[in-house]
C-alpha cells in the first residue's frame, strides 16, 4: 500500500472498495467524490501543493489517455492534460517525490524517458518536461 497526504489532511492510497486507488476522508471514511485510477501496479504517489496527485507504476494509459508508467491527476481524479510526458518512460517507475521548487524526482528501473536516455533516477518540471539541468551521476 502506497500513501500520499494531500494538503488537507485527506489520504491517497491504492486500495479500496471503488477502486484500486481511492481517498480517505480525515476521518479514514472512503472520499467517494474521488475517483481515481485503477491500475494494478501503482508503486508511487505523490502529491503537488496544488492537490494535484502523481502515480507511478506500470501501465500505458489512464482513461483512454496515453501515460506510459507516470501520469498526474487532478485533485477530483481527472486526468491532468497539462502534465505532457511525451511517450514516457521505456520500464515502469518505482517512485515520484515532489521538490520544494515543483520538479519531480522521479526514479525506476529505465534507460530512457520521452525518447531520452537517462539514468534510474531523473527529474521533471513541474509540466512533466526533462529537467536537463539534473543529471544523476551513477
Given at each position: ?67 506510459r ?24 517507475l ?45
Amino acid at each position: 500500500t502506497k500513501l500520499g497526504i494531500q494538503a488537507d489532511g485527506k489520504i491517497i492510497t491504492n486500495t479500496g472498495t471503488t477502486n484500486l486507488s481511492y481517498r480517505l476522508n480525515t476521518d479514514g471514511t472512503e472520499d467517494l467524490s474521488f475517483i481515481g485510477p485503477s491500475f494494478i501496479d501503482i508503486r508511487g504517489i505523490a502529491i503537488q501543493p496544488n492537490g494535484k496527485v502523481i502515480f507511478t507504476g506500470q501501465f500505458d494509459s489512464y482513461l483512454g489517455n496515453p501515460s506510459r508508467d507516470i501520469v498526474r491527476v487532478n485533485p477530483d481524479g481527472s486526468f491532468d492534460s497539462t502534465f505532457d510526458i511525451g511517450t514516457g518512460s521505456s520500464n515502469y517507475l518505482r517512485q515520484a517525490l515532489v521538490r520544494p521548487d515543483g520538479k519531480i524526482l522521479v526514479g525506476g528501473n529505465i534507460n530512457s524517458f520521452n525518447g531520452v536516455s537517462l539514468g534510474n533516477i531523473f527529474q521533471l518540471n513541474s509540466d512533466g518536461s526533462i529537467d536537463t539541468s539534473f543529471t544523476d551521476t551513477d
